[in-house]
């Protein structure tokens, strides 16, 4: 293979690889390789993202994205990013397979089945991680922008499909109970991250919850988030939501769906990203896009249709597949889980809107010397933008009966 000497960007040789024995197996040999950048600063955080367009003498072509992990040190003592590409692996490799067989088995009209990005290969190496998938934009799939509210067709598509996702959990729950705990072994654990998340954590605690201007509002929040760790990994403990606990994507933020059209509507959405992926109560997925995604203005419009929609899915969903709703969630279930998980949706925009929101140039550097980490490390990502969006969070907590 040889290397397209215009592009600055060099992959590592166990990369090209990986890449040279992909491209074999598509009968594409002798083929060139063009390698960039497929992100912007701040559009990810655990690790470069390339796309590798290849090219071979009878004019085949095939485009990848190639997701290889951070291995600075101090990356990995704050995140544990080598469980982070294990977890998506799994996902790729075992779990998309084994929903797609599902459906498959269940005779779902294609038109109507979810389907995942393709997977081809990876390296678990610690500190070399890397994932092939798909270049899901070769097919005509975009990221939304980031620094953007959904509107409503967006928002009512992820709703849509993360109900579809969910019921898929709920059925192989019920008619494959022994494959569903195989499956979800994997994922069960509340991840563990390193010493320093704590600090950084309550740093963005301290410097979101500032940002909220009524007095009232800010003290209800501080009086239900006072033990603002304990909350965050309680919510997302298993063992406190069973036994309505299903696979969830876990990192539903903005940037994690890619979206394609069709005379200027949303035709079709996928997941990407899959290194939290774990077993949870449905309304962490919910909670998280949600309040990280959306702004105050959408959600007044849409919040209640938006759970309706999402019921709606899920039911019509389980039902055609051989399973009652009643049985597998009910509505009551549903309804309760609202109320003590939604709450998971104020950690999640204080964990992620200054991040979201930020200006490239001011997005984190995730190499930073945990001795750096101080108060004032998050004044640079805060914008007005991010100050509206979360009095807006705050205030919807309170209005919407969570908090």
């Known amino acids: 293979m040889s290397e397209n000497t215009e592009t600055?960007?060099?992959l590592r040789d166990d990369i090209v690889q990986v890449i040279n024995g992909i491209l074999k197996n598509e009968n594409m040999e002798d083929a060139s390789l063009e390698v960039s950048e497929a992100t912007a600063k701040g559009d990810n955080y655990i690790g470069k993202i390339?796309?590798?367009?290849?090219n071979d003498k009878h004019g085949k072509s095939m485009n990848l994205i190639v997701k290889s992990a951070l291995a600075f040190k101090t990356s990995r003592e704050t995140f544990p990013i080598g469980l982070y590409f294990?977890?998506?692996?799994?996902?790729?490799?075992?779990?998309?397979?084994?929903?797609?067989?599902?459906?498959?088995?269940?005779?779902?009209?294609?038109?109507?089945?979810?389907?995942?990005?393709?997977?081809?290969?990876?390296?678990?190496?610690p500190e070399k991680e890397i994932i092939v998938l798909e270049d899901l934009k070769v097919d005509g799939y975009m990221l939304y922008d980031r620094q953007k509210s959904f509107d409503r067709q967006h928002l009512e598509i992820v709703m849509k499909t993360l109900a579809r996702f969910h019921a898929m959990s709920f059925v192989l729950k019920q008619k494959k109970p022994a494959l569903f705990e195989q499956l979800t072994e994997n994922v069960s654990k509340v991840m563990e991250y390193g010493?320093?998340?704590?600090?950084?954590?309550?740093?963005?605690?301290?410097?979101?919850?500032?940002?909220?201007?009524?007095?009232?509002i800010k003290q209800k929040v501080e009086d239900n988030f006072s033990d603002f760790m304990a909350k965050f990994r309680g919510f997302l403990d298993c063992k406190n939501t069973e036994p309505y606990n299903v696979i969830c994507h876990g990192d539903c933020w903005i940037n994690n769906f890619m979206f394609k059209y069709e005379d200027d509507k949303v035709a079709d959405m996928k997941f990407v990203d899959w290194q939290i992926v774990r077993l949870a109560s449905p309304i962490t997925d919910i909670a998280y896009m949600m309040f990280s995604s959306t702004d105050e203005q959408l959600r007044s419009d849409c919040y209640t249709r938006s759970l309706d929609l999402y019921y709606e899915t899920l039911d019509k969903n389980i039902t055609r597949m051989g399973c009652k709703t009643t049985?597998?969630?009910p509505l009551e279930a549903f309804q309760d889980q609202i109320k003590s998980t939604m709450p998971f949706g104020l950690v999640a925009a204080t964990m992620l809107l200054p991040v979201i929101l930020c200006d490239k140039e001011n997005a984190p550097d995730l190499d930073k010397n945990p001795e750096d980490y101080d108060d004032n490390m998050y004044d640079a990502m805060i914008s007005q933008l991010c100050r509206d969006r979360f009095n807006g969070v705050a205030k919807d907590m309170i209005s919407f009966g969570l908090i």
């Open 8 to 10: 600055a960007i060099v």
């Open 195 to 216: 010493v320093n998340i704590d600090s950084i954590f309550i740093i963005a605690k301290k410097a979101c919850f500032g940002l909220i201007e009524c007095a009232e």
């Open 86 to 125: 294990e977890r998506e692996t799994f996902a790729y490799s075992v779990i998309h397979p084994t929903m797609c067989e599902l459906q498959d088995e269940l005779l779902i009209p294609n038109k109507e089945k979810l389907h995942f990005a393709k997977y081809y290969d990876s390296i678990v190496e």
């Open 50 to 54: 390339y796309r590798v367009k290849s």
């Open 327 to 329: 049985e597998c969630y």
